[in-house]
């Protein structure tokens, strides 16, 4: 009994060296993974095994210049509290460690940029595609309005000249750009165009044509009022240089004020009502 016991004994021992060299080369390996992964990922993050070396700005640009996006891609560093150097978004990334979503919110931050988008192109390239801002009239001072009804305000430097002007309270930007396109899409057959449009305190609409003319539509049936008025404008082309003011605010007809040399606040001859309404 002893020696078959000594000898169970001896039999199992080589089966325990066994196990442990099994589970030995099992840790060797998952070590040498992970030291593998982190010597990939520290070698893969160094900004000099894929360095950023070319960045294209892609876009219809006609505000946003190279200037404007180096600028906006530049943090500035503070020393001591105060501003100090600045540091380029690219210092110290590579292809892989470069913050994208990082670089489109700081290219959203320009007054002109309406939208961007970031991508990264193999292997060394990042490509910044910018929409712009398409202005249609100013706002106030130094604001501008853009084709959607946004409101925005870029450098004032960077204005464009020759726009219509929108005049109201704040958050009324887009109804004045949908009166604005009706009006204009209305007169397009009458050759005329609005340079501006106001909406008082009380909501009253008021077009400034580019004839200089002032078109008081006032606050109910704007755009009744504006078919209206293109589809009698014919009748007053021979007199336009005179008109100051045309009201539309009359049931079945206007109200024409004539220029200083003419009688104030003639009434047409097509006006069937005296009572004008707001």
């Not at 000099?48 to 560093?77: N, Y």
Request: aromatic content about 10%; glycine content about 6%.
């Amino acid at each position: 009994m002893f020696k078959r016991n000594k000898q169970a004994v001896s039999l199992s021992e080589p089966g325990t060296f066994s196990g442990m060299a099994h589970w030995f080369r099992l840790a060797l390996l998952l070590l040498i993974t992970v030291v593998a992964i982190v010597w990939g990922y520290m070698k893969l993050t160094d900004p000099e095994t894929l360095p950023i070396t070319k960045v294209r700005a892609l876009g219809d640009f006609s505000f946003v210049t190279e200037a404007m996006l180096h600028q906006a891609l530049t943090i500035g560093v503070k020393t001591n509290g105060n501003s100090g150097s600045q540091k380029d978004i690219f210092e110290n990334k590579g292809f892989f460690n470069i913050d994208v979503e990082a670089i489109k919110q700081r290219v959203e931050t320009m007054p002109w940029v309406k939208q961007a988008s970031v991508q990264r192109v193999w292997p060394e390239s990042l490509i910044i595609e910018v929409v712009e801002h398409k202005p249609i009239a100013y706002w106030g001072e130094n604001g501008l309005v853009s084709q959607v009804g946004e409101v925005f305000y870029p450098a004032k430097e960077t204005l464009p000249g020759d726009l219509p002007r929108f005049i109201a309270t704040q958050g009324q930007a887009k109804k004045c750009l949908r009166y604005f396109n009706d009006a204009n899409e209305m007169f397009s057959k009458i050759n005329v165009k609005v340079n501006a449009v106001k909406f008082n305190a009380r909501q009253a609409l008021t077009l400034t044509l580019d004839n200089n003319i002032e078109l008081n539509l006032g606050r109910q049936n704007k755009l009744y009022r504006l078919q209206r008025f293109a589809q009698v404008f014919s009748a007053l082309t021979e007199r336009v240089s005179l008109i100051e003011r045309i009201d539309m605010r009359y049931t079945n007809g206007f109200s024409v004020k004539w220029k200083q040399h003419q009688k104030n606040g003639e009434l047409y001859k097509n006006v069937k009502s005296n009572k004008a309404h707001v």
